[in-house]
């Protein structure tokens, strides 16, 4: 319960329980990655909770079960129990659900539910009738309780992690692999017991220590807290500056042989402030500055027709494109919303041989308002470079607006 309530109170000073960037970079497990190479965010995720109702909740179980529990099996045995129902509960969940965030401590406590359940129905536990009989009504109660919620709310995620930590509660319950004492009395005590417990405890430390030390997660309260660095896309002439966590995190989508065209995302958006999806194209001639305004208003005419056609579900255009400016030259202008918590701004704009689409993607709530200026700021970043030609730089201007904010290098 310390444990949970500390790290709970790191949530809330460092961007808010219920603010998915924080808890990502807080050691929130999802997708494949939290099966290889990120294993650690299985454990860590157990000690994250999605505000103070889930908080609340969780801790209430954890004293109804883990009271019980810990007078029969010690302490030792109990934290090994819902290190491993966390554990496997997360797992699954990882596998079954790529694409859900997962915190909370329901895998581990609903493992010690189903110890209880076991426990309290044996007939060789030597505990008399009206001992058993509150442990299981709370048990049943509390599993009963949870999983209507998690069904009313349409949260089949959270029911799975249930089962699954009730399901593993129960078979080392059943099968006597924590060398119970009840109800097999006849089984040693075993040191590996107490000495895998202590292992357990010191692995959550380091997992939760891993996740804060290198995900930063105090980072995003303001958007100073991370500088704007330069980044070039993969074999052109085009570079934009994005925030130093997301450039960390770059992927490039695909690239031509040829340069002529590159599509790289800078960030993840469940771990990141902004997340950027930025696609180049080289165009067979350049777009002469006399004709730039009449070539956007054509641009802005097409993109608004494909922006009236069917979207998938979730999509919508929140502002239809638009001629507007990006550094004082000629632009498409657009946002949409991607489903319920995203929003995301879209610029596209010809310069020079180069057409460029350039969209920020953040969370629609939760992010101070000074991360708000910095969507326009990185389409205003962007400079085309190529040899022999005048550079097409946004930068210029940017700085003189924004005392010198706009990184120039590599050049």
């Known amino acids: ?37 990120e294993a650690w965010r299985l454990l860590s995720a157990g000690y994250l909770h999605l505000g103070g109702r889930h908080l609340l909740l969780n801790m209430a179980s954890l004293v109804l079960g883990g009271m019980y529990l810990e007078g029969m099996l010690g302490p030792s045995r109990l934290l090994l129990l819902y290190t491993l129902s966390i554990l496997g509960s997360n797992a699954a969940l990882a596998g079954l659900y ?37 442990p299981l009504v709370c048990a049943s109660a509390i599993a009963g309780f949870t999983v209507y919620s998690a069904c009313e709310c349409g949260q089949g995620s959270s029911n799975t992690a249930h089962l699954v930590g009730a399901a593993l509660g129960m078979g080392l319950a059943l099968t006597g692999v924590l060398l119970w004492r009840l109800p097999w ?16 405890a010191w692995v959550t430390v380091a997992c939760l220590g ?36 997301a450039a960390a995190r770059a992927e490039v989508e695909d690239v031509s042989e040829d340069g002529s065209f590159a599509h790289v995302v800078y960030g993840d ?29 054509a641009l802005s005419d097409k993109l608004y027709g494909e922006a009236l056609e069917p979207t998938e579900e979730g999509v919508r255009m929140e502002v239809m494109p638009r001629v507007g400016t990006v550094g004082g030259r000629p632009a498409v202008e657009s946002s949409r919303s991607l489903g319920a918590l995203f929003w995301g701004a879209r610029w596209v704009f010809y310069r020079g041989r180069w057409l460029i689409t ?10 101070p308002a000074s991360w708000n200026w910095r969507m326009l700021e990185v389409a205003r970043s962007v400079v085309v470079h190529e040899e022999g030609e005048p550079p097409w730089d946004s930068c210029t201007a940017w700085n003189e607006g924004r005392t010198g904010m706009c990184p ?4």
Request: hydrophobic share 45%.
């Open 358 to 367: 350039v969209e920020v993607v953040r969370l629609a709530s939760g992010l």
């Open 1 to 37: 319960m310390a444990a949970n309530l500390a790290v709970f109170g790191l949530e809330e000073l460092w961007g808010g329980s219920t603010f998915f960037v924080t808890l990502k970079r807080m050691g929130a497990a999802s997708g494949p990655s939290s099966l290889g190479a």
């Open 185 to 200: 009395p006849g089984f040693r005590e075993w040191r590996s017991v107490r000495v895998s417990a202590s292992a357990a």
């Open 269 to 297: 958006v469940l771990t990141d402030p902004l997340a950027m999806d930025v696609t180049v194209e080289r165009l067979e001639e350049a777009v002469p500055e006399e004709r730039m305004e009449e070539e956007t208003e």
């Open 98 to 134: 790529p694409n859900t965030l997962m915190v909370g401590a329901s895998g581990g406590i609903f493992g010690l539910v189903g110890a209880v359940l076991v426990l309290a129905c044996h007939p060789r536990t030597p505990l008399p009738l009206r001992r058993r009989i509150a």
């Open 210 to 245: 891993f996740g804060i030390g290198t995900e930063r997660p105090w980072e995003v309260r303001e958007a100073e807290a991370q500088p704007m660095v330069r980044v070039e896309l993969p074999g052109t002439a085009v570079s934009l500056a994005v925030p130093a966590g």
């Open 408 to 411: 120039r290098g590599p050049w």
